[in-house]
């Protein structure tokens, strides 16, 4: 066994770390699920493209208003008591879509989904920074992700053959079960007023964001990411609720591509970021993921003729068994380049974010940058392309998808330039 594998496992033995684990586990797989859950909904009340776009931009336009008061928030308040509350309000979501009738319901269920998952990320990855030891810090993130991770691709497969053997209710209420028992765990094993302690006079932030911008690679990468979450938010979106209203696949199949695209992600993430660290160069490793990854958006809508390319395959598990419609294929292929294209970026992306914060000693700033940045592109991504579709056609759509990537990987390759170190970090009292 590797030391980072015993590592983990050692963590996984600390009551702490466990209880802040349960929560990455409950958000990330209560994600899945119900990306799952609107591709039924989609197909249930009929909705247009435009309306379909909205399950995506109503979730992200409220992470867009609250991150930075949230975290502002979080840095100077208890942070135990902020887990406690996004668990719950998971909870209450989770009864909520229990009861959608319309879409409406559904539109405003996702508002209160993503005010949830902000409060449960935000909070445990600060939480998680600020108890680990300083020589380990690495260790608990990562392990901690890779949790999240986990039971991400576990939301893909548990959840789709929930939603597809036991309906709504019963599904909604295995992830009540999990969250609430996250709930426990944070309750008992989380030390109170974990972090947060920080200075409300000193957590603005306002000056740290504008001194990252003066660097040109981060502008760079704030433009990057505004066009690459533009893409990549209408392709997650999209996938799920395309496999199902147009081929009429049922939960546990849309799960199946969805996971096949996370295992890739999974299993190549690792190696490629050994990769990253010794070749160096990152900003070629990001403008090729990102050149990969528009492929696999254009690829998803030739699913239409997969009928002369591919013939149906039944699998068999025990005594389930379920057959394989021709167009699973080429949507698994697309969703599984995505998860490889991912592996290519991310750790380079994240990597060069961390660099640039470190000039100012604002790490934290410069994630919160990434994350702002991101989120602009996420609500204006879904609801464009979604329109685009019902104006046009799902060729269109997911060409325009891929077309934004492209194009935010092109301007970023333009845009990058290393700059030194600055000699003098100024402070807000400069």
Request: aromatic fraction near 12%; include cysteine.
């Amino acid at each position: 066994m590797s030391s980072e594998s015993s590592g983990s496992l050692r963590l996984l033995r600390n009551p702490e770390f466990l209880a802040l684990a349960g929560t990455a586990f409950a958000r990330s797989q209560a994600y899945s699920t119900i990306a799952i859950a609107l591709a039924l909904y989609a197909d249930i009340f009929a909705t247009s493209g435009t309306v379909e776009g909205l399950f995506g931009t109503a979730f992200a336009l409220v992470q867009l208003i609250i991150v930075l008061p949230l975290g502002r928030a979080i840095d100077t308040g208890n942070a135990k008591r902020y887990l406690l509350v996004g668990l719950v309000l998971n909870v209450g979501v989770f009864v909520g879509f229990a009861m959608v009738e319309t879409v409406d319901h559904v539109i405003l269920m996702r508002v209160l989904q993503g005010f949830s998952a902000s409060l449960l990320w935000i909070t445990g990855s600060a939480v998680v920074g600020e108890i680990s030891p300083d020589a380990e810090r690495g260790q608990w993130l990562g392990t901690y992700n890779q949790v999240g991770a986990f039971s991400s691709l576990a939301g893909d497969l548990v959840g789709g053959i929930l939603l597809a053997t036991s309906g709504f209710t019963l599904t909604y209420s295995v992830l009540s079960g999990v969250t609430l028992l996250a709930a426990v765990g944070v309750y008992f094993f989380l030390r109170d007023d974990p972090g947060g302690q920080s200075d409300p006079e000193e957590a603005t932030g306002v000056e740290t964001l504008r001194l990252l911008l003066g660097r040109s690679a981060v502008r760079a990468l704030v433009v990057f990411r505004f066009g690459l979450s533009f893409g990549k938010m209408a392709v997650i979106l999209f996938l799920p609720i395309y496999a199902r209203t147009r081929f009429g696949m049922n939960p546990i199949l849309v799960g199946g591509i969805l996971a096949g695209g996370k295992l890739t992600k999974s299993l190549t993430q690792g190696m490629v970021g050994s990769y990253t660290d010794s070749l160096g160069h990152k900003h070629l490793f990001v403008f090729t993921g990102a050149v990969l990854y528009a492929v696999g958006a254009a690829v998803i809508p030739f699913a239409e003729y997969a009928v002369g390319w591919f013939a149906p395959m039944t699998v068999a598990v025990g005594s389930l068994s379920t057959t394989l419609p021709p167009a699973f294929f080429p949507l698994f292929g697309a969703f599984a380049i995505c998860g490889v294209a991912d592996s290519i970026r991310l750790p380079a992306s994240m990597a060069l974010f961390v660099e640039e914060g470190e000039h100012f000693d604002a790490v934290a700033g410069s994630l919160s940058l990434r994350s702002i940045a991101w989120k602009v592109g996420q609500v204006a991504g879904p609801v464009s392309v979604g329109a685009l579709w019902d104006a046009t056609s799902v060729f269109a759509a997911f060409f325009t998808a891929s077309a934004f990537i492209a194009v935010a990987a092109v301007a970023f390759l333009g845009l990058y330039h290393v700059e030194p170190a600055p000699e003098h970090v100024p402070t807000a009292g400069d």
